[in-house]
T-cell receptor
């Protein structure tokens, strides 16, 4: 069966460092991958999308990579700030079909300490 | 503000009660969804509506009953729930374009449901 794993349930790092979150998948060939941010008690908010033919995508301090050989995506936040503390979800999509086919990971809770 | 509004934000109900969750999207999207989010578990897709027609029902118990009167409004009617149904219920919408990829899902803030 299809499986998505986000490397750890929680990640705690020092402010100013680069946070790296991992999303691994098996038995799946996604056409694209998305990352969402979710704050406590709130709904997820879309951050970035990367397609299978793209190696890297950037948006301000965020960077996403997508390695279809390793079946892995890495999500980086550079110069991390306490305001970046949240749960980050990766989501995979087979492409060219309804968004209802998107599969979400369980998320990684990131804490940035001052 | 994501453009998807859910009410109520918090709901406590007994196992014999009947209540409803409401969702409205202001984005002009043609698809709406209900998701369930329990602690430490991935988002679970419950129902999908496309142009107000239900297209997916992922084996959800009949004690959850969705209603989509138009493409902007979605309800989830709840009756005789169990304590294990306590969770965050998220409404979402997207613009579905046949043959296109990269559809983004826009979520509401969620309704916290506690069944006692």
């Amino acid at each position: 069966s299809q499986k998505i794993e986000q490397n750890s349930e929680a990640l705690n790092i020092q402010e100013g460092k680069t946070a790296t979150l991992t999303c691994n998948y098996t038995n799946y060939s996604p056409a694209y991958l998305q990352w969402y941010r979710q704050d406590p008690g709130r709904g997820p908010v879309f951050l970035l999308l990367i397609r299978e033919n793209e190696k890297e995508k950037r948006k301000e301090r965020l960077k996403v990579t997508f390695d279809t050989t390793l079946k892995q995506s890495l999500f980086h936040i550079t110069a991390s700030q306490p305001a970046d503390s949240a749960t980050y979800l990766c989501a995979l999509h087979p492409g060219y079909s309804s968004a209802s086919k998107i599969i979400f990971g369980s998320g990684t809770r990131l804490s940035i300490r001052p | 503000e994501t453009g998807v509004t859910q009410t109520p934000r918090h709901l406590v109900m007994g196992m014999t009660n009947k209540k409803s969750l409401k969702c409205e999207q202001h984005l002009g999207h043609n698809a709406m969804y209900w998701y369930k989010q329990s602690a430490k578990k991935p988002l679970e897709l419950m129902f999908v509506y496309n142009f107000k027609e239900q297209t997916e029902n992922n084996s959800v118990p009949s004690r959850f009953s969705p209603e989509c009167p138009n493409s902007s409004h979605l309800f989830l009617h709840l009756h005789t729930l169990q304590p294990e149904d306590s969770a965050l219920y998220l409404c979402a919408s997207s613009q579905e374009r046949p043959g296109s990829s990269g559809n983004t899902i826009y979520f509401g803030e969620g309704s916290w449901l506690t069944v006692v």
